[in-house]
């Protein structure tokens, strides 16, 4: 089963804007994280946050975190082409002994130059 | 460093067959981890090692055996390929085995059942 749920599927916006996309999850985590995978690769870490934490940023990238709703946002600000890629998160769940991430079915950004 | 290598990085095989995926990650990480990405249902773990030595079954192990004689070295094998083995698989490893460490990837490799 999914843990982390991302919403929308697909999303596609012209370059300089803002690009949101949220997770929904079901159990309580340790803690939650986005990857990137441009097409035909590996995925990428991009960010950590962490269950006692509302929001972080890294450069162009916020996440929020509201474990009251069990949610997240990637907000991806000022795209460019390059960020053209698809963008899952992942959750640490505290009830399961497998040390893994679960990871949701991602969202699918198209960045129009 | 290469970080986590993959290979083949594509691969027909015939119902029946069996293989190796080979995983090496050059960080000395402690954990390894192998996922399957179908369409539309995410990845799924289908095994990890927390160690040399160390492995246990994920969410979809059916079908797949591992070991991990070394810290570097993570191999999956499928035993006799069926269809539904039809997927991409990614192993990724992270620096310790504590809950919840952002992973490295592989690039993948591309697997078709026929």
């Known amino acids: 089963s999914q843990q982390g749920e991302e919403d929308p599927q697909a999303l596609s916006i012209q370059e300089g804007e803002n690009a949101t996309m949220n997770c929904s999850y079901k159990?309580?985590?340790?803690?939650l994280q986005w990857y990137r995978q441009n097409s035909g690769r590996g995925l990428v870490h991009l960010i950590l946050i962490r269950s006692n934490e509302r929001e972080k940023h890294s450069g162009r990238l916020r996440v929020t975190l509201d474990t009251s709703k069990k949610s997240s946002s990637l907000l991806i600000t000022a795209s460019r082409a390059a960020d053209t890629a698809s963008y899952f998160c992942?959750?640490?769940?505290?009830?399961?002994?497998?040390?893994?991430?679960?990871f949701g079915s991602g969202t699918r950004l198209q960045v129009q130059p | 460093n290469a970080g986590v290598t993959q290979t083949p990085k594509f691969q027909v095989l015939k119902t029946g067959q069996s293989m190796t995926l080979q995983c090496a990650q050059d960080?000395?990480?402690?954990?390894m981890s192998w996922y399957r990405q179908d369409p539309g249902m995410g990845l799924r773990l289908i095994h990890y090692s927390v160690g040399a030595g160390i492995t246990d079954q994920g969410e979809v192990p059916n079908g797949y055996n591992v070991s991990r004689s070394t810290t570097e070295d993570f191999p999956l094998r499928l035993l006799s390929a069926a269809p539904s083995q039809t997927s991409v698989y990614f192993c990724a490893s992270s620096y310790s085995a504590t809950r919840g460490q952002p992973q490295h990837f592989g690039d993948g490799t591309r697997l078709s059942i026929l």
């Open positions: 992942a959750t640490s769940p505290m009830d399961t002994g497998r040390r893994a991430l679960t």
């Open positions: 159990t309580s985590i340790n803690n």
């Open positions: 960080m000395n990480h402690e954990y």
